[in-house]
């Protein structure tokens, strides 16, 4: 399977300095079995793709899904049925960038544990494992808390903690990440329906939102000039964290809170 998600993201600011941002960005859903359309390739060049280096395992050196099952293992989820997805945004033509992509694993059509792989304008990559302890489904309303261990935006810390509400049905992905470090932090969003990935729906992708990850990387740096324009503290890149992957957990509560 592979499907498009034509999906809208949102960030605001928390704290005294404030700001706020929507855009449309497009995603692909893909257990990288089934045919492709033509005009999306998996490690070959077209007009968008997906490289099995650019995830799982460092970045640039990636193995795929092999390192997620890997990971799976290795936090004692064993399960031969489970589905491996990639949720991600695929490169554009010769360009690729992916603040945010999720390995995925589903038993019965609902997602039993995550990663979160997160990767900065710095060039560094970190992931965070979530699941249950006894791998049971997660839905929209769990919280999973993971401590931040990545220098993500030269605006913020690396310091505090995010949390994940992972919504996702067999018709829509509802992803909401909020990073919090006191009075401050970013709550940023992504949703979208889910449908086939044709070759219509990503020529229509192209068109709407040209140059793809590309677009995303000028928007990013678009706001950090607002945000410096607004006097936000600046934060120089900062080492990276010792482990490639760090594990969350599970929290009660409104996930609003």
Request: net charge positive; proline share 6%.
């Amino acid at each position: 399977m592979i499907e498009h998600i034509a999906a809208r993201t949102h960030h605001s600011r928390k704290g005294a300095l404030k700001n706020a941002f929507a855009y449309g960005v497009d995603y692909v859903l893909t257990d990288f079995d089934a045919g492709w359309p033509a005009l999306i390739s998996r490690n070959r060049f077209n007009l968008w793709s997906i490289r099995d280096r650019d995830h799982g395992g460092p970045r640039g050196d990636g193995r795929g899904a092999g390192w997620f099952r890997d990971v799976l293992s290795e936090h004692g989820f064993d399960n031969p049925d489970a589905r491996l997805l990639l949720l991600t945004q695929p490169g554009y033509l010769w360009f690729r960038f992916n603040p945010v992509s999720f390995w995925i694993a589903m038993v019965d059509g609902m997602p039993r544990a995550f990663v979160a792989e997160v990767n900065s304008t710095f060039g560094q990559r970190h992931c965070y494992f979530c699941a249950h302890d006894d791998f049971r489904p997660i839905v929209a309303s769990d919280r999973m808390i993971a401590e931040k261990r990545m220098h993500v935006s030269p605006f913020q810390q690396v310091q505090g903690r995010y949390l994940f509400n992972f919504g996702m049905t067999e018709t829509a992905i509802n992803i909401r990440i909020s990073y919090e470090n006191g009075d401050q932090g970013v709550l940023a969003t992504l949703s979208g329906k889910r449908r086939p990935a044709t070759n219509r729906a990503l020529l229509g992708a192209a068109l709407r939102r040209p140059m793809g990850a590309a677009r995303v990387l000028a928007l990013i740096h678009w706001q950090a000039l607002i945000l410096a324009f607004k006097r936000a503290p600046f934060l120089r890149r900062q080492p990276p964290p010792a482990a490639l992957v760090s594990d969350g957990h599970h929290t009660q509560g409104d996930p609003a809170g």
